[in-house]
Structure formats: C-alpha cells, structure tokens
Nanobody, 122 residues
Framework: VQLQASGGGLVQPGGSLSLSCTLS????????IGWFRQAPGKEREGVSC????????YYTDSVKGRFTISRDNAKKTAYLQMNSLKPEDTAVYYC????????????????WGQGTQVTVSS
C-alpha cells in the first residue's frame, strides 16, 4: 500500500491550496483517510479526516470553516482544500489511511504517505 501526497507549495496569507492523496495497491472504498501536519518544532497533529463512505468528516478547531476534506473512491484519491490560509498553517502535511474508523489521532492509522510542504508567507 502506498500513499502519495501532493499539491503543497508556497502561498500568500489568505490564499488557497488543494492537496491530493492518491492510493495504490489497495482500493480506497473501505478506508478512512486522515490529513495530518507537523510544523517545525511541534508535534504532528490531526487536521481532518473522512470516513470510508465519505458521509462524515471531522476537523480540528483551527481549520474549521477554512479546510474541506473530500474523496473520490473511483480515482483512489482524497483531497484537502485549504482556503484562507494563515502563516500558522505552515507545516509538512501528511495523508494517512486506516481500515478502522476515521480519527484525528495519528496512532489510528496503519498507512502513511510522505509529506508535502505547505508554506504560507508573504
């Protein structure tokens, strides 16, 4: 199982980015997907997650109303649309997958992708 995160980059405050997480080696349908981030000198934190069916999604308080998680099972891809970005959103973003329930706790995930850097700066 491999997860490939992409879409990071440099954006000005208030701007938007869309991250993608593409799976290979396994079907996406029954997997919950989580997005995590780790800023320099800080612990990795859960940002958002979505159930296997896509019927439920969850967000950490700091991104509610700004970030949207979604998925396209046919394309084996999950997305994180990030709007109104702030400098404090700067971090390496990771996607993860689990056969268990969606959670913002990183220990709940068996499969991890490499990170993609998001930098919010003027």
């Amino acid at each position: 199982v491999q997860l490939q995160a992409s879409g990071g980059g440099l954006v000005q405050p208030g701007g938007s980015l869309s991250l993608s997480c593409t799976l290979s080696g396994i079907t996406l349908d029954h997997l919950a997907i989580g997005w995590f981030r780790q800023a320099p000198g800080k612990e990795r934190e859960g940002v958002s997650c979505i159930t296997g069916s896509g019927s439920s999604s969850y967000y950490t308080d700091s991104v509610k109303g700004r970030f949207t998680i979604s998925r396209d099972n046919a394309k084996k891809t999950a997305y994180l649309q990030m709007n109104s970005l702030k400098p404090e959103d700067t971090a390496v973003y990771y996607c993860a997958a689990t056969v268990f329930g969606a959670t913002l706790v990183q220990n709940g995930y068996e499969y991890w992708g490499q990170g993609t850097q998001v930098t919010v700066s003027s």
